[in-house]
């Protein structure tokens, strides 16, 4: 089993799991069990801890308050 680490950015916790090519981030703290998104590709292993704490900004950045999931 993957064992994840856990991230906590802007007062949120996720769960980030590296497998492979990809990395998946559970948001932990969120009001939807399970929610989260995945960066994959050529390049997503090398991310750095900063980078992966920027791409969960993004993320959070477009979660609409209201529902707790991505603006549509």
Same mark, same amino acid.
């Given at each position: 089993?993957?064992?994840?680490?856990?991230?906590?950015?802007?007062?949120?916790?996720?769960?980030?799991?590296?497998?492979?090519?990809?990395?998946?981030?559970?948001?932990? #703290?969120?009001?939807? *069990?399970?929610? @989260? %998104?995945? !960066?994959?590709?050529?390049?997503?292993?090398?991310?750095?801890?900063?980078?992966?704490?920027?791409?969960?900004?993004?993320?959070? #950045?477009?979660?609409? *308050?209201?529902? @707790? %999931?991505? !603006?549509?």
């Amino acid at each position: 089993m993957i064992e994840a680490v856990r991230f906590v950015v802007d007062g949120e916790e996720f769960d980030v799991y590296r497998d492979g090519t990809s990395i998946h981030h559970t948001w932990v #703290s969120g009001p939807n *069990p399970g929610y @989260g %998104f995945s !960066v994959g590709g050529s390049g997503a292993e090398a991310l750095t801890d900063e980078e992966v704490r920027a791409e969960i900004r993004a993320f959070l #950045s477009e979660v609409d *308050p209201r529902t @707790g %999931f991505l !603006v549509e």
